[in-house]
């Protein structure tokens, strides 16, 4: 996340604009997960238990329960979800955040 | 130097008068000095240092400094700063006043060495942080107020009742190690469950946090579950049902938190999460996990009240916290968005981040006792964490799709703020020993080791390349404005209405009912006067002891009534 100084302005999250560079990016970052993978043969593992002892397995792990998490989630809100006002007035989930509070400046963009 | 006997948390209950005599700008700046001043105090201190006055025939100890109190004592004096310093703004004294008092009345009920002191300083923290919720002024900030004060007042009132109980069991009120062998010790072990948002006793926490203010939540965040965290840790070392619950309290809130629209409901979600780790390792209860839980909680405090910092900035600015409002604000609010993704590094326990050396400690201690499943759950938990306060808060605030909102940059005061936890979180993160130092128990551990940092890296990289693929295919939950019901809708919901129904359809009872009530009431006032009048029957025979728990039990039954018929 190097700074981009471009023409336009200078942020430094600029490229996240340009596809070719978040293509860049999670290429990279692809291959970095390979290598993590990979890099099971290279180390001195130190399982606890019978399962961890797997070839691969926090990665294995970790893409496995975060699509789980995702997908029941997706489940759960079939049951669970409301509309914005099902606790009425006395919940604050419909109502405005209170202006007096707040400072809503905006950014002169020219 | 600071004197090493007053207990300097009295100074924060000093605001109250002081708050008549100066303006909210002079305030605001005692706001940062008195808990600098508790910090050095705090630093400065012996161990084992205890400080005792006598009340009506009770040993009140008012200071009992130990390691374990140090290291909360201490968290509790940073976030205090901190909180104060992203609210330096508000001119709200209402506001400044609960801040501090909420803060001293934390800090007063770790020091607490018996159980009547902590009574006092926990009651102390639930009235005092309402104030925080209904700063924001709406009528439905009062009613989530006082759903808030309600169950925190119950909480208290069950510690009375546990506390009177034990009292006449054994005689003694020191606040040390209890055995879940007696009543008493269960009413308190379930007072500190509420306050600690145990399953199904922890809807408070995600009903209240987000009707807070800006500045009340992050304040709001770090004190009554860390304190409840505190006290089990004190209390309950070792007991095996707390890592059932413990391991529960990871796992459900994920789901939640997945698809909540409210970010700051997110976060609440997330921190009931946090508070689950911290749980398991008191569960487990030997020394490394005793210190995995103090040194959890320290880095937990600090990188939650980041992340309420950042969405607060967001709040503050464009007067919505919702994800399904937001997006794509890192283009006019960089600086945040930055602090926001170190907030979500380190509550993901990336390496070189905070939660990586706090929760390793927990995550061993566990394994090392054989906990097999429970050390699965609290993987899969973790990136449960990964996938909504490291993934979702961030990006649905500041990335994600371009909600065309141009925000300016937060003020000064609030980047100094997340600037400065930010920069604890990565100092934690890349020098534990620091920590390490401050917590109850001797630590040789290095969380450092080649295989640690690779496999926590192959699973939180893997979790990212699952969110990217699924991100990619469009399958992530959608932002709706929506909310979810949870386990509060027995009480917020079916109770009431259940109770509305019955009204409706026995209108004329009602009506009788009214006057037998008042013509019962006399007669019951009549009946009391008699019996425990200044010269009744039972005030002679009773004790006191016996009073105080039969008065907390009607409290209790009076404030579930109300509760039941009035929300």
């Known amino acids: 996340m190097k700074n981009k100084e471009t023409n336009r302005s200078k942020n430094i999250y600029e490229w996240i604009e340009n596809p070719r560079i978040t293509r860049f990016l999670i290429l990279g970052f692809i291959i970095i997960c390979v290598g993590l993978f990979v890099s099971d043969f290279f180390y001195v593992r130190h399982p606890y238990f019978s399962i961890d002892k797997l070839f691969g397995f926090y990665g294995i792990y970790g893409f496995i329960m975060f699509t789980l998490i995702i997908f029941a989630s997706k489940a759960l809100r079939l049951l669970a979800m409301r509309t914005e006002n099902f606790y009425g007035s006395k919940a604050v989930d419909s109502e405005e955040y209170p202006n007096e509070e707040l400072d809503l400046e905006k950014k002169d963009v020219s | 130097?600071?004197?090493?006997?007053?207990?300097?948390?009295?100074?924060?209950?000093?605001?109250?008068?002081?708050?008549?005599?100066?303006?909210?700008?002079?305030?605001?700046?005692?706001?940062?000095?008195?808990?600098?001043?508790?910090?050095?105090?705090?630093?400065?201190?012996?161990?084992?240092?205890?400080?005792?006055?006598?009340?009506?025939?009770?040993?009140?100890?008012?200071?009992?400094?130990?390691k374990l109190t140090r290291v909360f004592g201490l968290i509790f004096c940073l976030a205090a700063f901190l909180g104060n310093l992203y609210a330096w703004h508000v001119k709200d004294k209402i506001q400044q006043v609960a801040a501090i008092m909420y803060s001293g009345s934390a800090i007063g009920a770790v020091f607490a060495g018996d159980f009547v002191t902590l009574f006092f300083f926990w009651e102390g923290t639930a009235i005092a942080s309402v104030f925080l919720i209904w700063a924001r002024r709406t009528p439905a900030a009062y009613h989530t107020g006082m759903r808030y004060l309600l169950i925190q007042i119950i909480s208290g009132l069950i510690l009375l009742m546990g506390t009177v109980l034990h009292y006449k069991y054994t005689g003694s009120i020191e606040f040390s190690k209890l055995e879940l062998d007696s009543l008493a010790s269960w009413l308190i072990f379930i007072s500190f469950g509420i306050k600690c948002a145990f399953p199904f006793l922890h809807n408070w926490l995600q009903d209240s946090y987000p009707a807070a203010t800006v500045t009340g939540t992050v304040i709001l965040s770090a004190f009554t579950t860390k304190l409840a965290v505190y006290a089990l840790a004190r209390a309950f070392p070792g007991t095996e049902i707390l890592i059932y619950i413990g391991a529960a309290m990871t796992l459900f809130p994920i789901f939640f938190a997945e698809i909540e629209n409210d970010l700051r409901r997110v976060l609440a979600y997330s921190l009931n999460n946090q508070l689950g780790f911290m749980v398991v390792g008191i569960g487990i209860g030997t020394e490394m996990a005793l210190n995995g839980t103090a040194a959890h909680a320290f880095a937990h405090i600090l990188y939650k009240a980041l992340l309420f910092m950042s969405v607060g900035a967001v709040l503050f600015r464009t007067g919505t916290s919702k994800a399904s409002e937001l997006g794509g604000l890192y283009r006019t609010m960089p600086i945040t968005a930055t602090f926001c993704l170190v907030g979500a590094a380190s509550i993901s326990a990336f390496p070189l981040f905070s939660g990586f050396v706090t929760k390793s400690l927990i995550l061993d201690a566990v394994a090392y006792k054989h906990y097999q499943l429970i050390w699965?759950?609290?993987?899969?938990?973790?990136?449960?964490?990964?996938?909504?306060?490291?993934?979702?808060?961030?990006?649905?605030?500041?990335?994600?799709?371009?909600?065309?909102?141009?925000?300016?940059?937060?003020?000064?005061?609030?980047?100094?703020?997340?600037?400065?936890?930010?920069?604890?979180?990565?100092?934690?993160?890349?020098?534990?020993?620091?920590?390490?130092?401050?917590?109850?128990?001797?630590?040789?551990?290095?969380?450092?080791?080649?295989?640690?940092?690779?496999?926590?890296?192959?699973?939180l990289c893997f979790a990212i390349l699952s969110f990217i693929i699924i991100k990619w295919l469009n399958l992530l939950p959608q932002e709706i404005r929506s909310i979810n019901i949870d386990f509060d809708i027995i009480y917020r919901k079916v109770i009431p209405d259940f109770f509305k129904h019955m009204l409706g359809k026995?209108?004329?009872?009602?009506?009788?009912?009214?006057?037998?009530?008042?013509?019962?009431?006399?007669?019951?006032?009549?009946?009391?006067?008699?019996?425990?009048?200044?010269?009744?029957?039972?005030?002679?025979?009773?004790?006191?002891?016996?009073?105080?728990?039969?008065?907390?039990?009607?409290?209790?039954?009076?404030l579930v009534l109300n509760y039941s018929t009035n929300i």
């Not at chain 2, 630093?43 to 040993?59: A, R």
């Not at chain 2, 019951?524 to 006191?544: A, E, H, N, P, V």
């Open chain 2, 1 to 66: 130097m600071f004197l090493n006997i007053f207990p300097i948390f009295l100074l924060f209950f000093l605001m109250l008068p002081l708050s008549l005599i100066f303006s909210w700008k002079t305030l605001r700046i005692l706001l940062l000095a008195i808990p600098i001043l508790g910090f050095l105090q705090i630093l400065s201190m012996d161990l084992n240092t205890s400080y005792v006055i006598n009340l009506m025939n009770l040993e009140l100890q008012l200071v009992r400094f130990d």
């Open chain 2, 376 to 459: 699965f759950i609290l993987i899969f938990a973790s990136a449960g964490v990964l996938s909504h306060s490291g993934i979702k808060v961030p990006f649905f605030a500041f990335f994600s799709h371009d909600s065309g909102l141009r925000p300016k940059e937060a003020p000064f005061h609030m980047l100094m703020a997340m600037g400065l936890t930010s920069a604890l979180c990565i100092i934690i993160g890349i020098t534990p020993g620091l920590l390490y130092e401050y917590l109850p128990f001797e630590v040789s551990y290095k969380p450092y080791s080649t295989y640690h940092v690779i496999n926590q890296l192959q699973l």
């Open chain 2, 506 to 558: 026995f209108e004329v009872i009602i009506k009788i009912i009214s006057v037998v009530k008042l013509t019962l009431i006399e007669i019951i006032i009549s009946l009391l006067d008699k019996f425990i009048g200044s010269d009744g029957r039972i005030s002679r025979i009773w004790s006191t002891g016996n009073m105080v728990l039969w008065i907390a039990i009607v409290l209790s039954l009076i």
